[in-house]
T-cell receptor, first 115, second 111 residues
Framework: KAGVTQTPRYLIKTRGQQVTLSCSPI?????VSWYQQTPGQGLQFLFE???????NKGNFPGRFSGRQFSNSRSEMNVSTLELGDSALYLC??????????????FGPGTRLLVL | GNSVTQMEGPVTLSEEAFLTINCTYT??????LFWYVQYPGEGLQLLLK?????DKGSNKGFEATYRKETTSFHLEKGSVQVSDSAVYFC??????????FGAGTRLFVKA
């Protein structure tokens, strides 16, 4: 079974631009979560989607948004990029996301550099 | 709210040394506990998990026991290898649609 895929793997943008990152979950997984990983803040939860609905959101400004499509693929968008948005963005999928015993399967991440 | 605290790194060990990475948690209810590992340039992958008190998770020589009385889930390995060099994350999951991760502990193993 194919793993979680994320595209692109690397991205360089300048301040003020916007960016869209894509995540394809493991086949059959309907829950997709996004995390931001930085050396200073560690792994921070961005949001979680299930059946095209956002069920939970972390403490990030409104510039961070996401969506999920009917095939469970998900995108996240960051508008008006700031230098501090430079990070590794990780996507994780699981079957339903409400079973506390579920394992999350992570993609390799998209490394975003904002200049 | 729920939280996870793990020992700060980096941890530097020689090959074949004993490893302990401490992890404690704060949670209401009965969360599941996980250890994930991140190798350089990769995403996280599950190392082991435990879903109820006194459960022991194990994989690839690593072990951790869910201790509800001390709210801990310490990771141990009897003899580390250079290939174990990575960042290790302790995490908990309840029914809130998100997993809470610790800050991560970087492990360096020297030959």
């Amino acid at each position: 079974k194919a793993g979680v895929t994320q595209t692109p793997r690397y991205l360089i943008k300048t301040r003020g631009q916007q960016v869209t990152l894509s995540c394809s979950p493991i086949s059959g997984h309907r829950s997709v979560s996004w995390y931001q990983q930085t050396p200073g803040q560690g792994l921070q939860f961005l949001f979680e989607y299930f059946s095209e609905t956002q069920r939970n959101k972390g403490n990030f400004p409104g510039r961070f948004s996401g969506r999920q499509f009917s095939n469970s693929r998900s995108e996240m968008n960051v508008s008006t990029l700031e230098l501090g948005d430079s990070a590794l963005y990780l996507c994780a999928s699981s079957l339903v996301g409400t079973d506390r015993e579920e394992t999350q399967y992570f993609g390799p991440g998209t490394r975003l550099l904002v200049l | 709210g729920n939280s996870v605290t793990q020992m700060e790194g980096p941890v530097t060990l020689s090959e074949e040394a004993f490893l302990t990475i401490n992890c404690t948690y704060t949670a209401t209810g009965y969360p599941s506990l996980f250890w994930y590992v991140q190798y350089p340039g990769e995403g996280l992958q599950l190392l082991l998990k435990a879903t109820k008190a006194d459960d022991k998770g194990s994989n690839k020589g690593f072990e951790a026991t869910y201790r509800k009385e001390t709210t801990s889930f310490h990771l141990e390995k009897g003899s580390v290898q250079v290939s174990d060099s990575a960042v290790y994350f302790c995490a908990l999951s309840d029914r809130s649609f998100k997993t809470i991760f610790g800050a991560g502990t970087r492990l360096f193993v020297k030959a």
